[in-house]
């Protein structure tokens, strides 16, 4: 699929959402808005061989087939509607590591996948917060 087809194929069904601010400031890109304060953007960069989808700082890389496309829409869904959520680990207020976290049908959440960087800061206490957007109404 295309990415100009991908794009518009998200806008499509993001308009059964009137709150939820999204736009494209290129053709290949697309941005969802957090929708609170302890949210996170949502950014979709797509491109010939892969497409990008971004969670805060978090992101994956997808090629451009059925299958894949296929799991990029549902992990979009799923962190719009509040089913998937990014711990973040700082030290002193930099940020090094994200774990992207899923929520269960018993309602637990679970490790999904980790990123991170190099932190040489053993010593400095960790401190943790939780990124999750809001899930939206149809109504709204």
Do not use: C
Not at 122 to 136: C, D, G
């Amino acid at each position: 699929m295309e990415g100009t087809e991908l794009i518009e194929i998200i806008s499509q069904e993001l308009n059964k959402y009137p709150h939820i601010t999204y736009y494209s400031s290129t053709l290949a890109k697309l941005t969802i808005k957090r929708n609170s304060i302890e949210g996170f953007d949502i950014v979709l960069e797509t491109g010939v061989r892969e497409n990008t989808l971004y969670f805060d700082s978090f992101h994956f890389h997808y090629e451009n087939d059925d299958r894949e496309t296929e799991e990029l829409f549902n992990q979009i869904v799923m962190a719009i509607f509040g089913y998937i959520r990014i711990k973040v680990f700082s030290k002193k207020g930099h940020e090094y590591k994200w774990q992207l976290q899923k929520l269960d049908q018993e309602g637990n959440w679970y490790d999904d996948a980790t990123m991170s960087i190099i932190n040489l800061d053993v010593f400095s206490e960790t401190e943790v917060k939780y990124l999750r957007n809001t899930p939206p109404s149809a109504e709204s």
